[in-house]
Nanobody, 114 residues
Framework: QVQFVESGGGLVQPGGSLRLSCAAS????????MGWYRQAPGKQREVVAR???????IYADSVKGRFTISRDNTKNTVYLQMNSLKPEDTAVYFC????????WGQGTQVTVSS
């Protein structure tokens, strides 16, 4: 099993930036695609960005050009750099592999508000 611990969320004004971190309990980046997901109140969880084992990145249309996913294999950590934040980006953000056998972490709250 592997655990994920997300951090870096907070309150930011529209147009601001945040960098989220996701620490995995063991090195899995060479085996699984990693993804950042978010869930806003009253909405379903949605994928925001993914990074494959080969390093290919894929983004939801709503965040393209504003968010960047990256990873540091030496630290077992995946990052999500979020720029030009909008109120509609407000959500709890989670990271996880594509595997249905891995569990969700606690997530980190991101609130974009003036």
């Amino acid at each position: 099993q592997v655990q994920f611990v997300e951090s870096g969320g907070g309150l930011v004004q529209p147009g601001g930036s945040l960098r989220l971190s996701c620490a995995a309990s063991r090195n899995i980046f060479s085996i699984y695609t990693m993804g950042w997901y978010r869930q806003a109140p009253g909405k379903q969880r949605e994928v925001v960005a993914r990074i494959t084992t080969g390093g290919t990145t894929i983004y939801a249309d709503s965040v393209k050009g504003r968010f960047t996913i990256s990873r540091d294999n030496t630290k077992n950590t995946v990052y999500l750099q979020m720029n030009s934040l909008k109120p509609e980006d407000t959500a709890v953000y989670f990271c996880k592999t594509d595997s249905p056998f891995h569990s969700w972490g606690q997530g980190t709250q991101v609130t974009v508000s003036s």
